[in-house]
């Protein structure tokens, strides 16, 4: 991020700075800037509220705050901040924080330790347009940091806790510039070459391993002093008391002052679970497998302690590890509560069931766990037992308790399974493909007896189903298709039960070998309500049209489809078809011969089922046009003869612009040409005569559909019994980026 900043200021400015200490072992860093307010600081054990408040009495307000391990460090000193409030809490407060920026409050600083975050937030800090973000990883707050600085806002504080980042930024701070450091040990030659450029430390904090140090110039930069050292550096901070410096910055790395063996790091693993400090327990054991890396008991307790901060997935990765290198009954008993995290009933219930063998003396939570698994399954009778069980043991737990009521209420209702489609997801789909990959879950809380996959009717032979994390039972398999529509079904047996589920259904039509071009010609003659007047020409020129694509032009047959008489199902089916099949370079011809209507200026192509009386099978220009913006296809060309045709335009066309045909090619388009504006036209088309005529004529090895339209035009005025005047132009809002369909020529 860069800002305009005072270079000569920034030069004529003398900087005093001293690296005191750069110790190896490096867990304090304290950075103290000029100044001579008042300011104090304290530790304790407990968050040092009482100190805070007598301070806040004195108008001294925090600003800095650190925790290393067993106690909490705050500063206090005569800020700017005209009042203050703080909140302490295990998950990042999001919802506290939107109520105190209502109130007038800035996020000023954040850390996390003992097992919380705190979060403080003052008024009159002067910030504008605060944000903050968390995310699960250093590359991912990188990502929020760099999109909030494009912003033009700064790195107010950055924090580490929980497995978490969190990262606030504002406009408003001091900063013409700010730059960022991070490594696994303290940048000091860094921020010496910074120093020297003018920058001043901003911010400080460690986590995943490595120390993270933001530098901002700023308008005018202030002497600074900063201290590395394995202990509360008092004696560094009373000298620079005495030199009128005052601390703005301090981070403890309680992860890097243990240097000890196995048995203090795992021993301090136990402690810190047993207080419920999960995220110190893991780095505890975490540095103990460095020493020991076949202990299963660690890689057991580092699994549970991952399970309780909700990090089932890398859990499960060090409960198979601990039951790799030595099984008992603590690890699966660890894996079962995870499966149960992950949601992987019937494999918690397996594990609970080996623990349930291993252990000499059967504890209660044994047969409550299990009775969990057991209800997740469905298996409410049996959890029903597993409950009384465990409260014969422990018979005040509330959650056997209500455990046990809960199953034994779904004892009395019989669900049916649920089948959900994974692929294919939509009712209908097209594929070019004979082998079709197809997926399914089936969740049902009553025991399943037999499932079948039903394709064309008829049971599909398999090798059987399998149990996915999330499913009861799983579909996951292929199955070979038949040219044509393939309709699938899965049906589901329970005791006195069978569910089926909805039906798939896949046309199977096999991918051209060479050759991208496509056609789909609409004809339609007859009409099942006799409001409208059959016509006797439509078949006849589509069939025609056909021809001429598939002798004269590079439309290879099995691209080009012939619906004759179609209903609109009939319709949407192939252009659904036809978005799933059309790749990023192919060309779609669509032709319409059939009647059209226009009712409240909205134009219509009526297919065969149509009713007078009722829209519901009417084709709508607008439904049209959003089936072409699905289309993946380079060029698409309507072509539609038909009264009121000139509709698909919505009231504005363009005559023909022609440019080289090559270059045009090269380009995205979405064209229509029509037999007239919305206007009557006669069933025995001047217009497709011509249009016929004109394709056959052609010489060329590119024509342009705006060339073919500017032969058309003239021919069918001149010729038309009421001077009809085709149109041509752009479809609005499907992506036409000033290209053309082209017709090739074969060789």
């Not at 879950?441 to 049971?459: D, F, R, Y």
């Not at 016509?535 to 020129?541: A, Q, R, V």
């Not at 085709?726 to 980026?737: A, M, N, R, S, T």
Request: aromatic share 12%.
């Amino acid at each position: 991020m860069i800002k305009q900043i005072n270079f000569a200021a920034i030069i004529a400015l003398l900087l005093s700075f001293a690296v005191e200490s750069q110790a190896q072992n490096d867990t304090w860093c304290v950075v103290m800037r000029q100044g001579t307010h008042a300011e104090t600081y304290e530790h304790k054990s407990d968050f040092p509220a009482t100190f805070i408040g007598d301070q806040w009495k004195k108008k001294q307000y925090i600003t800095e705050l650190t925790y290393d391990g067993t106690d909490w460090w705050v500063v206090t000193g005569a800020a700017k901040y005209t009042n203050q409030a703080y909140n302490k809490s295990k998950d990042f407060p999001g919802t506290w924080v939107d109520q105190k920026w209502g109130e007038g409050f800035d996020l000023s600083h954040i850390e996390y330790g003992g097992g919380e975050w705190v979060v403080i937030m003052s008024k009159g800090a002067g910030y504008t347009g605060e944000s903050w973000g968390k995310r699960g990883s250093f590359a991912l707050i990188q990502e929020f940091i760099k999109a909030k600085w494009n912003d033009q806002k700064d790195i107010i504080d950055i924090a580490y806790g929980n497995g978490e980042w969190v990262a606030i930024l504002a406009q408003g701070a001091d900063y013409d510039k700010q730059v960022y450091r991070w490594g696994e040990k303290f940048p000091h030659a860094w921020c010496q070459e910074r120093y020297n450029e003018g920058y001043n430390i901003t911010t400080v904090t460690y986590g995943e391993g490595q120390w993270v140090v933001v530098m901002s110039k700023f308008t005018k930069q202030l002497a600074e002093n900063y201290q590395n050292d394995a202990t509360f550096p008092s004696v560094f901070i009373d000298q620079q008391w005495k030199a009128n410096k005052r601390i703005s910055f301090m981070h403890y790395n309680y992860e890097k002052n243990l240097q000890h063996g196995f048995d203090e790091y795992f021993s301090s693993g136990v402690e810190a679970a047993n207080n419920e400090e999960h995220e110190l327990a893991v780095y505890y054991y975490t540095e103990a497998l460095k020493m020991q890396p076949s202990n299963a008991l660690c890689y057991n307790n580092r699994a549970w302690s991952k399970y309780s901060l909700g990090q089932c997935s890398g859990a499960l990765s060090d409960v198979n590890q601990s039951i790799k290198l030595g099984a008992n009954e603590f690890s699966y008993h660890t894996r079962g509560s995870i499966y149960l995290c992950l949601e992987r009933c019937r494999d918690a219930a397996n594990d609970f069931d080996k623990a349930l063998a291993l252990a000499a003396s059967k504890d209660a939570f044994y047969y409550g766990d299990r009775g969990q698994a057991r209800a997740c399954l469905g298996d409410y009778q049996n959890a029903v037992a597993d409950y009384q069980k465990a409260l014969v043991s422990d018979p005040a737990n509330g959650a056997y308790k209500t455990g046990l009521a809960e199953a034994k209420s779904k004892l009395m209702v019989n669900e049916a399974p649920k089948v959900t489609w994974d692929h294919p997801y939509k009712n209908y789909t097209a594929s070019a493909e004979e082998n079709y990959k197809i997926k399914a879950c089936i969740q049902s809380k009553a025991a399943i007896t037999e499932v079948q996959l039903m394709l064309n009717g008829k049971t599909f032979v398999s090798r059987g189903f399998g149990v996915d994390d999330d499913c009861t039972q799983s579909v996951d398999q292929s199955v070979k298709l038949i040219p044509g529509k393939n309709e699938l079904e899965i049906v589901v047996k329970t005791a006195g039960k069978v569910t089926r589920s909805e039906k798939r259904t896949i046309e199977y039509q096999a991918a051209a070998k060479s050759g991208n071009y496509h056609a789909l010609i609409i004809a339609v003659e007859n009409y099942e309500d006799f409001s409208f007047r059959d016509l006797e020409k439509p078949i006849h020129d589509a069939i025609e049209l056909q021809s001429i694509l598939t002798t004269n032009y590079t439309f290879q047959p099995n691209d080009v489809t012939l619906l004759k008489n179609p209903k609109k199902e009939d319709i949407l089916a192939k252009l659904a078809h036809l978005q799933d099949r059309l790749g990023a370079e192919d060309n779609l011809l669509i032709y319409y011969s059939g009647h059209g209507i226009v009712k409240n200026d909205v134009g219509y192509w009526l297919p065969s089922d149509a009713a007078k009386d009722s829209r519901m099978a009417w084709l709508s220009n607008a439904e049209l046009r959003d089936y072409m913006n699905g289309m993946k296809a380079k060029h698409t060309l309507i072509i539609a003869d038909a009264c009121f045709s000139g509709s698909i335009f919505s009231g504005g066309f363009r005559d023909a612009e022609e440019f080289a045909c090559e270059e045009m090619a090269k380009l995205k388009s979405r064209r229509a040409m029509t037999s007239g504006a919305n206007t009557v036209v006669p069933d025995e088309s001047i217009f497709f005569k011509y249009l016929a005529q004109k394709l056959k004529e052609n010489n060329t090895s590119c024509l342009s559909a705006e060339n073919l339209y500017t032969k058309i035009k003239p021919a069918v005025i001149y010729n038309s019994p009421n001077n009809h005047i085709p149109q041509f132009g752009v479809l609005p809002q499907v992506g036409d980026e000033g290209g053309n369909f082209i017709f090739r020529r074969k060789n």
